[in-house]
């Protein structure tokens, strides 16, 4: 059975890739290497023994999209991760992001109506509930205005999907993660910041094998029990694990509704102190930090009620924080072994 992984060589997608070829899945990952690295098919092959069928193109091109689906017409789910994620950076261009985001969303919606594909799992992000008035939060809660043009663009993707999915056959399932970090246990694949990290979690592992100086911790007078921001952590493999789940939902057509939504997080609020302690503590590493302003944006906390996708999935996240943190830090050491065997 063949299922399009959008974004496929990027950091969630090559983890769900590896999960859905573990499971017997014909995986064909659609590129366009923006942000992500060829080298990463080659490692997708160590760890499943199969490489993933594989096209380099930008799904911004309504032309080569339209082709790609109708060469494809066989595929039976869809997963779109493909997207432009930088906060920071959509705020400072904000007509890339609703250009790449949701063109290449409509020009997918396109291919799947004029071909008979039915199926879509979207990349969405608990940044579309804001800050909430109650925690954890639950799939109903209220969605507020978006903090920045990238949160926007899941809003708005979130709304093309369901309104396109209201009046056509296709079944879609909305998955809202909350913070992704760790890296598979090959330490094969993992997350690959180009440039300076914006998250924190490659920035901590970056300052601890010598690439930055210092962790900058974004304020510690936030009114938490340490002052520093809580984020609901989930490990990367379980979150792949989830993508898995919900396409065997559509496949066997367990849903309750056309459209359905599922936070997925591991339902634990961690604080920005206790993630560097959860480093030092399963790694052995110390790690140098400073406490800076706030960054702005930023929410105070947020984690997720995981109920409802407990139930209705059969899914939980499993992995500990200390599991989280060490397995980014192999993954570090792994990509300096690399970078040493190469130059
Ligand atoms: C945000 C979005 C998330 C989105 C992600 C994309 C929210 C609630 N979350 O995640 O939906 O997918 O961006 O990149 O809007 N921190 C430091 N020092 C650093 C980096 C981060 O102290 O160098 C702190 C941040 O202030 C925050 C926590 O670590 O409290 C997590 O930050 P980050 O990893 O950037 O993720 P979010 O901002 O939560």
Known sequence: MKILVTGGTGYIGSHTAVELQQKGYEVIIVDNLS??????????????????????????????TAEFFQTHSDIEAIIHFA????????????????????????????????????????????????????LPVREDSPIKKAWSPYGNTKQMSEEIITFTSDVNDIYSILLRYFNPIGAHESALIGELPIGIPNCL??????????????????GDDYPTPDGTAIRDYIHV???????????????????KEKVEVFNLGAGNGFSVMEVIKSF??????????????????????????TEYANKELGWKAEKTLDEMTLSAWRWEESLAKHIFKGS
């Open 35 to 64: 942000n992500s690295s060829i080298e990463v098919l080659d490692n997708i092959t160590r760890i499943t023994g199969t490489r993933p069928l594989f096209e380099q193109f930008d799904l911004t091109e309504p032309e080569r």
């Open 83 to 134: 997207a432009f994620k930088a906060v920071g950076e959509s705020v400072e261009k904000p007509l890339m992001y609703y250009r790449n985001n949701l063109d290449s969303l409509m020009n997918i919606l396109q291919g799947m109506i004029d071909n008979g594909i039915r199926n879509i799992v979207f990349s969405s992000s608990c940044t579309v509930y804001g800050q909430p008035d109650t």
């Open 201 to 218: 979690m490659p920035y901590i592992t970056q300052t601890a094998i010598g690439i930055r100086e210092y962790l900058r911790v974004w």
């Open 237 to 255: 493999v379980d979150l792949a694990k989830a993508h898995v789940i919900a396409i065997e939902r559509m496949i066997e057509k367990k849903g």
């Open 280 to 305: 030092e503590r399963s790694t052995g590493v110390k790690l140098d930090y400073r406490i800076m302003d706030r960054r702005p944006g930023d929410v105070v906390e947020v984690w997720s009620d």
